[in-house]
């Protein structure tokens, strides 16, 4: 059975840094993209970046280009996502998933398997 844990979630203040781990296990996860998402309260859920499954690609939604980072250790069935410059709108529960495309597809209907999401909450 496939399982994603998320972990790293917490109550920082604006500027300030957070490391989220995403930890899978049920299957080796080397060939498969990996994304994060994120949902605020009363919002839809919104891609925040993916990476290939080699880990030499990702992508990154415009409105945390240049402060969140996507990085996967394959050995590790892990994937992380290093958050700088936190804003109080980065407030929301972080979600990761798995998509079988290979690559960190921006489109929620390519993944099929969910973790149970992070809380992080930005004060400003």
């Known amino acids: 059975q496939v399982q994603l844990v998320e972990s790293g979630g917490g109550l920082v203040q604006a500027g300030d840094s957070l490391r989220l781990s995403c930890a899978a296990s049920g299957r080796t996860f080397s060939g498969y993209g990996m994304g994060w998402f994120r949902q605020a309260p009363g919002k839809e859920r919104e891609f925040v970046g993916g990476i290939h499954w080699s880990g030499r690609l990702t992508r990154y939604t415009d409105s945390v280009k240049g402060r969140f980072t996507i990085s996967r250790d394959n050995a590790k069935n892990t994937v992380y996502l290093q958050m700088n410059s936190l804003k109080p709108e980065d407030t929301a529960v972080y979600y990761c998933?798995?998509?079988?495309?290979?690559?960190?597809?921006?489109?929620?209907?390519?993944?099929?398997?969910w973790g149970q999401g992070t809380q992080v909450t930005v004060s400003s």
């Open positions: 998933a798995v998509s079988p495309t290979g690559y960190g597809s921006s489109s929620y209907g390519n993944y099929d398997y």
